[in-house]
């Protein structure tokens, strides 16, 4: 399952092989990581912010990191969190596996995913 972000200790270092996007609801989070698991893409890290309580913790996380696309995500964030929305952060193997994410969050809603590469970061389409 997912986890809710309560501490920064439980935060990436970096939003590097990451893929982050939004879903409507922590129940979304969940069914997200469940269709994860049948594709075998689990077992990689995925951490949730939900809500706006949730907004520091994903300024941690972003923290050092504040590149074009991250501060495009941050702004997207800024409405959907206050909104009681959730976002998501998985850590990918690939490019590849990050699309593949996003067809499965976009099958639940999932909206605003982005991959955040080693040199290069990309919208993924859901």
Request: net charge negative.
């Amino acid at each position: 399952m997912p986890a809710p972000v309560t501490d920064a200790r439980d935060l990436p270092e970096r939003t590097e092989n990451h893929v982050m996007g939004f879903l409507d609801s922590r129940r979304d989070c969940e069914a997200l990581a469940e269709a994860m698991r049948r594709e075998e893409l689990a077992g990689r890290s995925m951490v949730t912010f939900d809500g706006p309580a949730a907004l520091p913790a994903l300024e941690e996380l972003l923290r050092g990191s504040w590149g074009e696309a991250e501060q495009a995500f941050y702004e997207k964030a800024l409405a959907e969190l206050e909104n009681g929305h959730s976002a998501v952060c998985f850590e990918v193997g690939s490019f590849d596996d990050a699309e593949r994410v996003g067809k499965l969050a976009g099958t639940l809603g999932g909206r605003s995913f982005t991959h955040f590469g080693m040199l290069v970061d990309t919208g993924i389409e859901t």
